[in-house]
């Protein structure tokens, strides 16, 4: 993985937000009473995880962490290391315990894995298309309810870099803050008053009076929300050099090189979480030796 690790990066606030989706996750399967009524308590199985495609891996320390939760003692073996590529037909995890815990758990495990999996695979699409270019990644806040946390630590895992995690990592004055307030400085100056010291401070700009008028403020960063190519470079220009800039909106693969190529410090996608397909891999149980 190329930066956090997944210890790092599930600690106190987003590990708690983790084990309350986990739990909820094997709460929404209630008992399995299909495996209950097939195999007893003392019945052992074994599992490989396989995937079924070529993919970015990322998930699979939630693997232990959803068999603790059976409650049973239960054996995993990981393979690989989130982060990595994998190519169609690797095992990337082996586990051993008790038929019914891993039975149970089955689903919750494939639908992290594939999930953020496919997070992790989509960003490092992305990321890519950026080599050689001086631009960085970002997500977005357009995550799955309940899965913030996962999800942005897949982005991690898939080369990008995380934009906020929470609405207090970074202050975004967008266009209903702005109009709420009467204006950008307005905005930003009653944003110095309230908090001290002030979290930073981004702007949200439509237009390039809107650019102009955030460039004279005490702000760090600029983001430049679905303009176009031409209004792009020419407010680029007016940013000055201790303001980072961000370019939002409507980018795709086919077109987010061209669009770094103006200069931004940063692309935002929201993409990257809301629209990544899954990754696929099978859970295949295997006869004990």
Request: some cysteine.
């Amino acid at each position: 993985m190329p930066t956090n690790t997944f210890e790092d990066f599930f600690q106190a606030e987003a590990r708690m937000f983790l084990l309350a989706t986990i739990r909820i996750a094997l709460a929404e399967d209630g008992s399995d009473l299909t495996s209950m009524g097939l195999f007893t308590e003392n019945d052992m199985a074994q599992a490989m995880i396989v995937a079924k495609q070529d993919t970015v891996v990322a998930g699979l320390p939630l693997i232990p962490m959803i068999l603790e939760f059976g409650g049973a003692e239960c054996q995993t073996h990981l393979n690989v290391d989130d982060g990595d590529k994998v190519s169609e037909g690797t095992m990337v995890a082996a586990l051993q315990g008790p038929a019914l815990q891993l039975l149970k758990a089955e689903r919750v495990i494939m639908n992290f894995l594939c999930h953020l999996s496919g997070v992790a695979n989509l960003t490092a699409r992305y990321v890519k298309e950026l080599e050689g270019t001086n631009t960085q990644l970002l997500d977005t806040r357009k995550t799955l309810p309940g899965l913030r946390f996962p999800e942005k630590y897949a982005v991690l895992a898939g080369g990008a870099k995380n934009h906020r995690l929470t609405l207090s990592d970074m202050l975004m004055l967008k266009d209903n803050h702005i109009d709420r307030a009467g204006g950008i400085t307005q905005a930003v100056d009653a944003l110095l008053r309230a908090h001290s010291p002030c979290p930073p401070i981004e702007v949200e700009c439509r237009t390039l009076e809107e650019v102009e008028e955030a460039s004279q403020c005490e702000i760090q960063r600029i983001m430049l929300d679905n303009m176009d190519t031409e209004t792009t470079k020419t407010a680029l220009g007016i940013i000055p050099d201790t303001i980072e800039t961000e370019i939002s909106g409507n980018i795709s693969l086919e077109n987010i090189r061209s669009v770094a190529e103006l200069g931004p410090n940063y692309i935002s996608v929201g993409k990257l979480t809301h629209s990544a397909p899954v990754s696929d891999f099978s859970m295949q149980f295997i006869p004990l030796a």
